[in-house]
């Protein structure tokens, strides 16, 4: 049983920074890309960020070019998504999502094979 665990969401006020964790289990994320992606209410789910399976390669959607990192720990299995100087308009369901790709990463969800469950980051005052 492959699966994806997203946690770390939570309601924060702008300007707020919050970690988001992927957690994986019953499968080893070394050959997988993994990719960010969040959906708000009445909008498509888009793309965030995605990392390569090795780590040393990263891309973002410039919404969030210059707030948020993603990183990843293979030893750990798992995937993080910092989030900084966070906006309301990142209020959205975030999920974290594997394909299996030896190198690059894509920034479309169609492409990704296994889905977290997701994890509600709210940014409210």
């Known amino acids: 049983q492959l699966q994806l665990v997203e946690s770390g969401g939570g309601l924060v006020q702008p300007g707020g920074s919050l970690r988001l964790s992927c957690a994986a289990s019953?499968?080893?994320?070394?050959?997988?890309?993994i990719g960010w992606f969040r959906q708000a209410p009445g909008k498509q789910r888009e793309a965030v960020s995605c990392?390569?399976?090795?780590?040393?390669?990263?891309s973002y959607t410039d919404s969030v070019k210059g707030r948020f990192t993603i990183s990843r720990d293979n030893a750990k299995n798992m995937v993080y998504l910092h989030m900084n100087s966070l906006k309301t308009e990142d209020t959205a369901v975030y999920y974290c999502?594997?394909?299996?790709?030896?190198?690059?990463?894509?920034?479309?969800?169609?492409?990704?094979?296994?889905w977290g469950q997701g994890t509600q980051v709210t940014v409210s005052s």
């Open positions: 999502a594997a394909q299996r790709l030896n190198s690059g990463c894509r920034m479309a969800s169609w492409q990704y094979d296994y």
């Open positions: 990392i390569i399976s090795s780590g040393d390669s990263t």
């Open positions: 019953g499968f080893s994320l070394d050959y997988y890309a």
